[in-house]
T-cell receptor
């Protein structure tokens, strides 16, 4: 079954404690992306990757890092989380990096930073 | 820049009512347009898409027509069900932008 898998689904942490949210897709997609969803703001892109070892900033990259060492994985790293990073996070993937293609989303990770 | 605007506020309606959610866009070039749906506790999934002017996307009883003259892609369904309760996002994809531009989403609540 084609899917994008995020882990964990729920996470509560404290300010400053480094964390990683994993994302994996099994569709051999080149393009992967991270979004955050906040009430009244919709989805905003954090980082994206066009292929292995190719990453770039989205609209709200501050406080986040990503890596793309393998095609299937695209982890999101918060080196020093702060309360304003409390949000619902989604990973997505699509083929060829063409934004006109369908994006497939993970089920989301709800993060609370205390 | 390229952007999508959805009507403000949640939408509450009774079962079997007619649903319309407005979406307008601003884009340079020729975008593809999408509606994504997010059911409670789940990620977004594609509902329908249209790739050029006058195309009509349809799925699960929902329809939207790509109107270049009014830069719109309004979502409609003739008779909603309780199971249609979800958040609906309009989105725009433009080659060379490397991302989808999303609207803010509309919460739809269908009451039995």
């Amino acid at each position: 079954e084609a899917q994008v898998t995020q882990n964990p689904r729920y996470l509560i942490t404290v300010t400053g404690k480094k964390l990683t949210v994993t994302c994996s897709q099994n569709m051999n997609h080149e393009y992967m992306s991270w979004y955050r969803q906040d009430p009244g703001l919709g989805l905003r892109q954090i980082y994206y990757s066009m292929n292995v070892e190719v990453t770039d900033k989205g609209d709200v990259p501050e406080g986040y890092k990503v890596s793309r060492k393998e095609k299937r994985n695209f982890p999101l790293i918060l080196e020093s989380p702060s309360p304003n990073q409390t949000s619902l996070y989604f990973c997505a993937s699509s083929s060829w990096g063409d934004p006109r293609n369908i994006q497939y989303f993970g089920a989301g990770t709800r993060l609370s930073v205390l | 820049g390229d952007s999508v605007t959805q009507m403000e506020g949640p939408v509450t309606l009774s079962e079997e009512a007619f649903l319309t959610i407005n979406c307008t866009y601003t884009a340079t070039g020729y975008p593809s347009l999408f509606w994504y749906v997010q059911y409670p506790g789940e990620g977004l999934q594609l509902l329908l898409k249209a790739t050029k002017a006058d195309d009509k996307g349809s799925n699960k009883g929902f329809e939207a027509t790509y109107r270049k003259e009014t830069t719109s892609f309004h979502l409609e369904k003739g008779s909603v069900q309780v199971s249609d309760s979800a958040v609906y996002f309009c989105a725009l994809g433009l080659l060379g932008n490397n991302r989808l531009a999303f609207g803010k989403g509309n919460q739809v609540v269908v009451i039995p």
